[in-house]
């Protein structure tokens, strides 16, 4: 026995699985606007002031940072000027006069080995220009995990370096 749906108006009519579903007419809602909870006063904050490194000893690792980035720079003319050709200033392909595919072999590698060298050279001095900008900025020497000064002996062996020995260690 099938109900007949009588429409009244207002009132809205839906399909829902083939059969016929009456809607109540849905009355307009007024919006009412969200309210923010007040910010709580509090006290304000003061700034962490982290004792670093004297000026002495920031000089010395600038110096250090400095010699390391004046021989790196050094390195990579050097590595530079075996990669290219004398005559040509052109970076060296393979030479066609070799009738030996070793030869020819052991030169495509050799150029390889000398691209990596100067690749790793290059990630390097990024490193040192890196160090001489938070040297600029007042927080080298300050591990980037834990926050803690590094010890001197760390940034003696490694100037660079930007954790101290226990989270570099936990990470590996």
């Known amino acids: 026995m099938a109900k007949k749906i009588v429409k009244k108006p207002g009132a809205k009519v839906k399909k829902v699985a083939g059969k016929k579903v009456k809607k109540a007419a849905s009355t307009p809602v007024k919006k009412v606007p969200a309210r923010r909870p007040k910010a709580k006063a509090s006290a304000p904050v003061k700034p962490v002031i982290r004792k ?5 000893d920031l000089a010395h690792f600038r110096k250090l940072i400095e010699e390391k980035r004046k021989e790196i720079l ?5 590595l530079k000027s075996t990669m ?13 006069s070799y009738s030996l595919h070793m030869e020819q072999g052991t ?28 040297i600029e900025r007042g927080d080298y020497g300050f591990c980037t995990d834990c926050g803690t000064l590094i010890d001197k002996e ?5 100037p660079h370096a930007q954790q101290c020995v226990k989270c570099k260690m936990s990470k590996k």
């Open 107 to 134: 030169d495509a590698m050799e150029r390889e080995k000398t691209f990596l060298f100067a690749s790793r050279e290059g990630k390097f001095l990024g490193y040192l220009n890196d160090a001489l900008k938070r």
């Open 74 to 78: 050094e390195e990579l003319d050097s």
């Open 84 to 96: 290219m050709d004398v005559t040509t200033g052109q970076y060296e392909t393979e030479n066609s």
């Open 154 to 158: 760390r940034l003696e062996a490694v």
């Open 52 to 56: 670093g490194f004297n000026k002495e």
